[in-house]
């Protein structure tokens, strides 16, 4: 079974300025895929970006990156030079890999707003 | 290249009734999961489909089936509406069995129950 945590309801930051959001997880699997998406007030949920537990190298897109703590299970995203398009509900996720079954299992999501 | 869709947008039942929602996956998706996203929480697993069969299924009751079709869209069927089935329905497709894939969500179904 697969557990994803995120202990902060809600964020706000400053335009250009630098946010980081928190998620912890606990899964039995050796193999996993962790996530970070966003959903807008338009409701459509959106991936920003995806590790790969085996790789150990962060992934980056663009100005949003992750910190990825494997023995600590710790997995926060960082958001460089915020937008106001950034606002939106961001929401953990992890999906056990190897397999056939593709299941994500969801934090309880941050709300972050991005303040002119 | 269309995306995920979902049919209704919004939907308004009555407690006890039966409601049919319905998804058709991004074109070159052969695999659809369904997820139930109550107001202000993250998106819990209903079930995924595959090869028309039911591969994996959530803790949700036997009030909750679906169905895939040969060209891989999917229906979710939920009977005996409570008002705790109001949500967000979401639907989501993969590709390759959905095992290393990406799952790209539609804007969803919201289900009122009164």
């Known amino acids: 079974a697969q557990t994803v945590t995120q202990s902060q309801p809600e964020m706000s930051v400053q335009e250009a300025e630098t946010v980081t959001l928190s998620c912890t997880y606990d899964?039995?699997?050796?193999?996993?895929?962790l996530f970070w998406y966003k959903q807008p007030p338009s409701r459509q949920m959106i991936l920003v970006i995806r590790?790969?537990?085996?790789?150990?190298q962060n992934a980056t897109e663009n100005r949003f990156s992750v910190n990825f703590q494997k023995a600590a299970k710790s997995f926060s995203l960082k958001i460089s030079d915020s937008q106001l398009g950034d606002t939106a509900m961001y929401f953990c996720?992890?999906?056990?890999?190897?397999?056939?079954?593709?299941?994500?299992?969801f934090g309880q999501g941050t709300i972050l707003t991005v303040h002119p | 290249d269309a995306g995920v869709t979902q049919s209704p947008t919004h939907l308004i039942k009555t407690r006890g009734q039966q409601v049919t929602l319905r998804c058709s996956p991004k074109?070159?998706?052969?695999?659809v999961s369904w997820y139930q996203q109550a107001l202000g929480q993250g998106p819990q697993f209903i079930f995924q489909?595959?090869?028309?069969?039911?591969?994996q299924r959530g803790n949700f009751p036997d009030r909750f089936s679906g169905h895939q079709f040969p060209n891989y869209s999917s229906e979710l069927n939920v009977n005996a509406l409570l008002l705790g089935d109001s949500a967000l329905y979401l639907c989501?497709?993969?590709?390759?069995?959905?095992?290393?894939?990406?799952?790209?969500f539609g804007p969803g179904t919201r289900l009122t129950v009164t």
């Open positions: 996720a992890s999906r056990a890999g190897g397999t056939s079954y593709g299941k994500l299992t």
């Open positions: 899964t039995s699997e050796s193999n996993y895929y």
């Open positions: 590790q790969e537990a085996y790789k150990q």
């Open positions: 074109s070159g998706h052969d695999t």
């Open positions: 489909y595959y090869e028309e069969e039911e591969r």
């Open positions: 989501a497709s993969s590709a390759a069995g959905g095992s290393g894939s990406e799952q790209y």
